[in-house]
């Protein structure tokens, strides 16, 4: 089974640009999430979609923001850029826990490495 | 803020058995440990999960005491491409999980030659 893939794997934009980034889940999962990794915070989490809904969200402006497709693919879209917003981000599948019960594994995919200059 | 606590880093000879520690103490009844890893600037990969009692798969060993304040991931025969960073993650079963996986900065696995 194939895993999770991000595209484009690099990006370079420049400061208030917008961007919009890719995930599509393994076959079958339906809950997506977002994370944000830099060298000073770490991995953050940003939202998580189910079922094309966004069922929660972590810590971040109103300028991130996603979307899940029927077919449960989905979009991460970062608008006016800023320098700050450089970062590894990582989407990650899972069956959602109306499917897999008591636990919901979560798997990554290669992440996409943004750069604002 | 991470619920767990993991030495920065550790070092482990090539084919030896690498043990990372992990401290939860205020791990409730419906939470679950996990372990993930992540090699430079790829994505997290899972590694296993446990409740409460010893878990083991392909990749390694999960030994949860049995008052489950802490935990060992145990790697049998470590290689060089076992060198990573490696997140203990506390996290609730069932429907929870609302603000997603907790990463804390994790113990970096170095694997000596």
């Known amino acids: 089974k194939a895993g999770v893939t991000q595209t484009p794997r690099y990006l370079i934009k420049t400061r208030g640009q917008q961007v919009t980034l890719s995930c599509s889940p393994i076959s079958g999962h339906r809950s997506v999430s977002w994370y944000q990794q830099t060298p000073g915070q770490g991995l953050q989490f940003l939202f998580e979609?189910?079922?094309?809904?966004?069922?929660n969200k972590g810590n971040f402006p109103g300028r991130f923001s996603g979307r899940q497709f029927s077919n449960s693919r989905s979009e991460m879209n970062v608008s006016t850029l800023e320098l700050g917003d450089s970062a590894l981000y990582l989407c990650?599948?899972?069956?959602?826990?109306?499917?897999?019960?008591?636990?919901?594994?979560?798997?990554f995919g290669p992440g996409t490495r943004l750069t604002v200059l | 803020d991470a619920k767990t606590t993991q030495p920065p880093s550790m070092d482990c000879a090539e084919g030896r058995a690498a043990n990372l520690p992990c401290n939860h103490s205020?791990?409730?009844?419906?939470?679950?440990v996990y372990w993930y890893r992540q090699i430079h600037s790829q994505g997290p990969q899972y590694i296993i999960h446990?409740?409460?009692n010893n878990e083991t798969n392909e990749m390694a060993s999960l030994i949860i005491t049995e008052d489950r304040k802490s935990s060992t991931l145990i790697l049998p025969h470590a290689t060089l491409r076992d060198t990573a960073v490696y997140y203990c993650?506390?996290?609730?079963?069932?429907?929870?999980?609302?603000?997603?996986?907790?990463f804390g900065k994790g113990t970096h696995l170095i694997i000596q030659p």
């Open positions: 990650a599948s899972s069956l959602g826990w109306e499917t897999s019960g008591s636990t919901d594994t979560q798997y």
């Open positions: 979609y189910f079922s094309e809904t966004q069922r």
């Open positions: 993650i506390v996290r609730v079963a069932g429907g929870g999980g609302a603000d997603g996986l907790t």
């Open positions: 446990g409740l409460k």
């Open positions: 205020t791990i409730s009844g419906n939470e679950y």
